[in-house]
T-cell receptor
Framework: DAGVIQSPRHEVTEMGQEVTLRCKPI?????LFWYRQTMMRGLELLIY????????DSGMPEDRFSAKMPNASFSTLKIQPSEPRDSAVYFC??????????????FGEGSRLTVL | KQEVTQIPAALSVPEGENLVLNCSFT??????LQWFRQDPGKGLTSLLL???SQREQTSGRLNASLDKSSGRSTLYIAASQPGDSATYLC???????????WGAGTKLIIKP
Protein backbone atom coordinates (compact mmCIF):
# COMPACT_ATOMS: atom_id res chain seq x y z
CA ASP A 1 0.00 0.00 0.00
CA ALA A 2 1.25 3.52 -0.74
CA GLY A 3 0.39 4.80 2.71
CA VAL A 4 -1.47 8.00 3.48
CA ILE A 5 -0.98 10.46 0.65
CA GLN A 6 -1.19 14.20 1.17
CA SER A 7 -0.98 17.09 -1.25
CA PRO A 8 0.45 19.58 -1.67
CA ARG A 9 3.63 18.92 0.29
CA HIS A 10 4.37 22.63 0.47
CA GLU A 11 2.07 25.61 0.05
CA VAL A 12 3.01 29.26 0.26
CA THR A 13 0.16 31.71 -0.01
CA GLU A 14 -0.78 35.22 0.91
CA MET A 15 -3.06 36.20 3.73
CA GLY A 16 -6.69 36.12 2.70
CA GLN A 17 -6.31 33.40 0.11
CA GLU A 18 -8.15 30.12 0.20
CA VAL A 19 -6.08 27.02 0.94
CA THR A 20 -7.17 23.45 0.25
CA LEU A 21 -5.21 20.50 1.58
CA ARG A 22 -5.93 17.00 0.33
CA CYS A 23 -5.62 13.54 1.78
CA LYS A 24 -6.01 10.01 0.49
CA PRO A 25 -6.16 7.53 3.38
CA ILE A 26 -4.93 3.96 3.29
CA UNK A 27 -7.41 1.74 1.50
CA UNK A 28 -9.69 -0.08 3.93
CA UNK A 29 -9.17 2.36 6.78
CA UNK A 30 -12.39 3.71 8.24
CA UNK A 31 -10.96 6.48 10.41
CA LEU A 32 -9.37 9.68 9.11
CA PHE A 33 -7.77 12.40 11.20
CA TRP A 34 -6.52 15.90 10.48
CA TYR A 35 -3.77 17.21 12.76
CA ARG A 36 -1.81 20.45 12.88
CA GLN A 37 1.74 20.66 14.22
CA THR A 38 3.63 23.76 15.29
CA MET A 39 6.70 24.25 17.44
CA MET A 40 4.71 26.18 20.01
CA ARG A 41 1.67 23.94 20.35
CA GLY A 42 2.89 20.54 19.20
CA LEU A 43 0.35 18.19 17.63
CA GLU A 44 -3.28 19.31 17.71
CA LEU A 45 -6.21 17.23 16.54
CA LEU A 46 -8.44 19.33 14.32
CA ILE A 47 -11.14 16.88 13.29
CA TYR A 48 -11.67 13.20 12.70
CA UNK A 49 -14.05 11.12 10.60
CA UNK A 50 -15.39 7.61 10.97
CA UNK A 51 -16.88 6.03 7.87
CA UNK A 52 -16.79 9.45 6.17
CA UNK A 53 -18.84 11.08 8.95
CA UNK A 54 -17.28 13.85 11.05
CA UNK A 55 -17.22 12.66 14.66
CA UNK A 56 -15.37 15.36 16.55
CA ASP A 57 -14.53 18.79 15.12
CA SER A 58 -13.97 20.49 18.45
CA GLY A 59 -10.34 21.08 17.52
CA MET A 60 -11.13 23.16 14.46
CA PRO A 61 -9.88 26.58 15.52
CA GLU A 62 -12.39 28.81 13.77
CA ASP A 63 -15.11 28.93 11.20
CA ARG A 64 -12.42 29.68 8.66
CA PHE A 65 -11.53 25.99 8.82
CA SER A 66 -13.69 23.32 7.25
CA ALA A 67 -13.16 19.66 6.39
CA LYS A 68 -15.00 17.24 4.19
CA MET A 69 -14.81 13.57 3.39
CA PRO A 70 -17.02 12.93 0.37
CA ASN A 71 -15.96 9.29 0.10
CA ALA A 72 -13.78 6.70 1.79
CA SER A 73 -10.71 7.56 -0.27
CA PHE A 74 -10.57 11.34 -0.13
CA SER A 75 -10.70 14.19 2.35
CA THR A 76 -10.03 17.91 2.20
CA LEU A 77 -9.17 20.53 4.78
CA LYS A 78 -9.96 24.05 3.67
CA ILE A 79 -8.92 27.35 5.20
CA GLN A 80 -10.74 30.42 3.94
CA PRO A 81 -9.51 33.09 4.39
CA SER A 82 -6.02 32.09 5.48
CA GLU A 83 -4.04 34.05 8.07
CA PRO A 84 -0.32 34.05 8.97
CA ARG A 85 -1.08 32.26 12.25
CA ASP A 86 -2.37 29.30 10.26
CA SER A 87 1.21 28.58 9.17
CA ALA A 88 1.98 25.04 10.31
CA VAL A 89 2.41 21.50 9.11
CA TYR A 90 -0.93 19.80 8.57
CA PHE A 91 -0.99 16.03 8.85
CA CYS A 92 -3.58 13.55 7.76
CA UNK A 93 -3.69 10.14 9.43
CA UNK A 94 -5.84 7.08 8.97
CA UNK A 95 -6.53 3.86 10.81
CA UNK A 96 -8.61 0.73 10.74
CA UNK A 97 -11.01 0.58 13.66
CA UNK A 98 -10.73 -2.26 16.19
CA UNK A 99 -13.71 -2.68 18.44
CA UNK A 100 -14.92 0.86 19.04
CA UNK A 101 -11.46 2.41 18.87
CA UNK A 102 -9.62 3.83 15.87
CA UNK A 103 -6.68 1.42 16.12
CA UNK A 104 -3.12 1.98 14.96
CA UNK A 105 -2.59 5.40 13.35
CA UNK A 106 -0.65 5.88 10.13
CA PHE A 107 0.39 9.37 9.11
CA GLY A 108 1.03 11.07 5.83
CA GLU A 109 4.14 13.14 5.15
CA GLY A 110 2.28 16.36 5.89
CA SER A 111 1.51 19.60 4.08
CA ARG A 112 3.69 22.52 5.15
CA LEU A 113 1.64 25.71 4.90
CA THR A 114 3.16 29.17 5.00
CA VAL A 115 0.82 32.14 4.96
CA LEU A 116 2.56 35.43 4.27
CA LYS B 1 -7.14 17.10 32.55
CA GLN B 2 -5.23 14.12 31.23
CA GLU B 3 -1.62 14.92 30.45
CA VAL B 4 1.31 12.95 29.13
CA THR B 5 4.88 13.58 30.16
CA GLN B 6 7.81 12.30 28.17
CA ILE B 7 11.14 12.13 29.93
CA PRO B 8 13.73 13.12 29.00
CA ALA B 9 12.82 15.91 26.59
CA ALA B 10 16.14 15.42 24.84
CA LEU B 11 18.84 12.78 24.96
CA SER B 12 22.24 12.49 23.32
CA VAL B 13 24.19 9.24 23.62
CA PRO B 14 27.05 7.49 21.83
CA GLU B 15 26.30 4.86 19.26
CA GLY B 16 25.87 1.35 20.60
CA GLU B 17 24.26 2.22 23.91
CA ASN B 18 20.99 0.75 25.10
CA LEU B 19 18.52 3.41 26.15
CA VAL B 20 15.07 3.90 27.62
CA LEU B 21 12.53 6.58 26.83
CA ASN B 22 9.69 7.19 29.25
CA CYS B 23 6.08 8.20 28.88
CA SER B 24 3.82 8.92 31.90
CA PHE B 25 0.11 9.66 32.03
CA THR B 26 -1.55 11.60 34.84
CA UNK B 27 -4.50 9.23 34.61
CA UNK B 28 -3.61 5.54 34.56
CA UNK B 29 -6.83 4.55 32.77
CA UNK B 30 -5.07 3.94 29.47
CA UNK B 31 -6.77 1.75 26.92
CA UNK B 32 -3.91 1.35 24.46
CA LEU B 33 -0.69 3.12 23.62
CA GLN B 34 1.29 3.83 20.47
CA TRP B 35 4.89 4.92 19.98
CA PHE B 36 5.95 6.97 16.96
CA ARG B 37 9.14 8.43 15.58
CA GLN B 38 9.34 11.65 13.63
CA ASP B 39 12.30 12.63 11.50
CA PRO B 40 12.86 16.34 10.78
CA GLY B 41 10.47 17.60 8.11
CA LYS B 42 8.70 14.26 7.94
CA GLY B 43 5.50 12.68 9.12
CA LEU B 44 5.10 10.39 12.10
CA THR B 45 6.02 6.75 11.66
CA SER B 46 4.27 4.19 13.81
CA LEU B 47 6.73 2.04 15.74
CA LEU B 48 4.69 -0.07 18.13
CA LEU B 49 1.11 -0.33 19.32
CA UNK B 50 0.32 -1.89 22.68
CA UNK B 51 -3.32 -2.87 22.76
CA UNK B 52 -5.49 -3.09 25.85
CA SER B 53 -4.91 -6.80 26.39
CA GLN B 54 -1.13 -6.57 25.96
CA ARG B 55 1.69 -5.47 28.21
CA GLU B 56 4.48 -5.13 25.69
CA GLN B 57 5.40 -5.26 22.03
CA THR B 58 8.70 -5.89 20.29
CA SER B 59 9.93 -4.98 16.84
CA GLY B 60 13.57 -5.60 16.03
CA ARG B 61 15.72 -3.59 18.44
CA LEU B 62 12.68 -1.85 19.92
CA ASN B 63 10.63 -3.00 22.88
CA ALA B 64 7.75 -1.06 24.36
CA SER B 65 6.00 -1.90 27.59
CA LEU B 66 2.91 -0.54 29.26
CA ASP B 67 2.18 -0.63 32.98
CA LYS B 68 -1.45 0.37 33.31
CA SER B 69 -1.40 0.34 37.10
CA SER B 70 1.11 3.17 37.14
CA GLY B 71 0.15 4.83 33.85
CA ARG B 72 3.66 4.47 32.45
CA SER B 73 5.16 3.22 29.24
CA THR B 74 8.78 2.75 28.29
CA LEU B 75 10.42 2.41 24.90
CA TYR B 76 13.66 0.44 25.01
CA ILE B 77 16.10 0.82 22.13
CA ALA B 78 18.90 -1.73 22.04
CA ALA B 79 22.30 -1.14 20.44
CA SER B 80 21.44 2.37 19.29
CA GLN B 81 22.54 3.55 15.86
CA PRO B 82 22.87 7.04 14.31
CA GLY B 83 19.82 6.23 12.18
CA ASP B 84 17.76 6.07 15.37
CA SER B 85 18.18 9.83 15.77
CA ALA B 86 14.68 11.33 15.67
CA THR B 87 11.95 12.62 17.92
CA TYR B 88 9.98 9.86 19.63
CA LEU B 89 6.37 10.48 20.65
CA CYS B 90 3.94 8.41 22.66
CA UNK B 91 0.17 8.66 22.42
CA UNK B 92 -2.47 6.84 24.41
CA UNK B 93 -6.18 6.29 24.26
CA UNK B 94 -7.91 6.87 27.56
CA UNK B 95 -10.59 4.52 28.83
CA UNK B 96 -12.88 7.36 29.77
CA UNK B 97 -13.46 9.06 26.49
CA UNK B 98 -11.31 7.36 23.89
CA UNK B 99 -9.44 10.58 23.22
CA UNK B 100 -5.90 10.14 21.96
CA UNK B 101 -3.55 12.05 24.25
CA TRP B 102 -0.07 12.98 22.96
CA GLY B 103 3.24 13.49 24.68
CA ALA B 104 5.52 16.34 23.58
CA GLY B 105 8.22 13.93 22.48
CA THR B 106 11.83 13.03 23.28
CA LYS B 107 14.44 14.31 20.85
CA LEU B 108 17.09 11.60 20.53
CA ILE B 109 20.54 12.09 19.05
CA ILE B 110 22.85 9.11 18.58
CA LYS B 111 26.44 10.19 18.09
CA PRO B 112 28.61 8.08 15.76
Amino acid sequence: DAGVIQSPRHEVTEMGQEVTLRCKPISGHDYLFWYRQTMMRGLELLIYFNNNVPIDDSGMPEDRFSAKMPNASFSTLKIQPSEPRDSAVYFCASSRGTGNLPGELFFGEGSRLTVL
Amino acid sequence: KQEVTQIPAALSVPEGENLVLNCSFTDSAIYNLQWFRQDPGKGLTSLLLIQSSQREQTSGRLNASLDKSSGRSTLYIAASQPGDSATYLCAGYMDSNYQLIWGAGTKLIIKP
